[in-house]
């Protein structure tokens, strides 16, 4: 497939992942990347959850950071899960919005889903409203907007989440290793050095979004928005 092939194919893909660079550090995309977190704790603990675990809390601040606070489960997997689980919501995403025609559905499951873990697990006021906004705002627009605008904005969550995946895990690990992240946990618990870790989700995280990319595109992906 030449290379005019794929851009004249998938050129709405592209254009939202040059917007999504080129405003990354402005207030536009803040919400997404404050979405990502989310995502990024949720993963912690829904992994400690289905491993016989708990969930006692989660939040996520201003300054971009989160925290999932969870009893028992398998911590290996918990702690493995806060990357890897958001990256892979972010594709799964994607995918739906590539392939299927259930973007409303979809859209409306998540905006239930964060408003009930927001209500359950959420305390502190910032992240309260941020889930209770965030909820809501999904539901209404799976309710009130046709479905290409739904695609579209999944579209858009899958592509900030594969973004902001590889990104975080480099700049947490990788660029300032000496920080508490997952990777330093997982290092001090299980041994192994912080970078290590890092690099091996930086390296799975890269192969995730290439096999999404290279097998889940397909020869055109752009939106028809005459198609209800």
């Given at each position: 497939?030449?290379?005019?092939?794929?851009?004249?194919?998938?050129?709405?893909?592209?254009?939202?992942?040059?917007?999504?660079?080129a405003l990354w550090t402005t207030p536009v995309i803040f919400p997404l990347k404050l979405l990502v977190v989310f995502l990024h704790?949720?993963?912690?603990?829904?992994?400690?959850?289905?491993?016989?675990?708990?969930?006692?809390?989660?939040?996520?601040?201003?300054?971009?950071?989160?925290?999932?606070?969870?009893?028992?489960?398998?911590?290996?997997?918990?702690?493995?899960?806060?990357?890897?689980?958001?990256?892979?919501?972010?594709?799964?995403?994607?995918?739906?919005?590539?392939?299927?025609?259930?973007?409303?559905?979809?859209?409306?499951?998540?905006?239930?889903?964060?408003?009930?873990?927001?209500?359950?697990?959420?305390?502190?006021?910032?992240?309260?409203?941020?889930?209770?906004?965030?909820?809501?705002?999904?539901?209404?627009?799976?309710?009130y907007l046709n479905r290409p605008v739904n695609d579209l904005i999944l579209r858009v969550i899958g592509l900030t989440s594969m973004?902001?995946?590889?990104?975080?895990?480099?700049?947490?690990?990788?660029?300032?290793?000496?920080?508490?992240?997952?990777?330093?946990?997982?290092?001090?618990?299980?041994?192994?050095?912080?970078?290590?870790?890092?690099?091996?989700?930086?390296?799975?995280?890269?192969?995730?979004?290439?096999?999404?990319?290279?097998?889940?595109?397909?020869?055109?992906?752009?939106?028809?928005?005459?198609?209800?």
């Open positions: 497939m030449s290379g005019m092939t794929i851009i004249k194919g998938h050129w709405q893909l592209i254009a939202i992942t040059a917007l999504v660079f704790e949720v993963s912690h603990g829904l992994t400690a959850y289905l491993t016989g675990g708990s969930i006692d809390s989660l939040s996520v601040s201003s300054q971009e950071g989160g925290l999932a606070v969870t009893r028992g489960g398998n911590r290996f997997l918990t702690l493995s899960a806060g990357y890897v689980g958001s990256l892979l919501i972010g594709v799964i995403l994607l995918l739906i919005a590539l392939k299927t025609n259930a973007d409303r559905a979809v859209m409306g499951f998540i905006g239930v889903a964060t408003l009930a873990i927001t209500a359950l697990y959420i305390r502190e006021g910032f992240p309260l409203a941020f889930g209770l906004g965030t909820g809501g705002v999904m539901l209404a627009v799976a309710y973004i902001y995946v590889p990104y975080d895990i480099f700049s947490d690990t990788l660029a300032r290793s000496h920080l508490q992240s997952d990777a330093r946990m997982l290092a001090e618990e299980f041994g192994g050095a912080t970078v290590i870790w890092g690099g091996l989700w930086l390296l799975l995280s890269m192969s995730v979004i290439g096999l999404c990319l290279r097998y889940g595109l397909g020869r055109k992906s752009n939106i028809r928005f005459g198609v209800v």
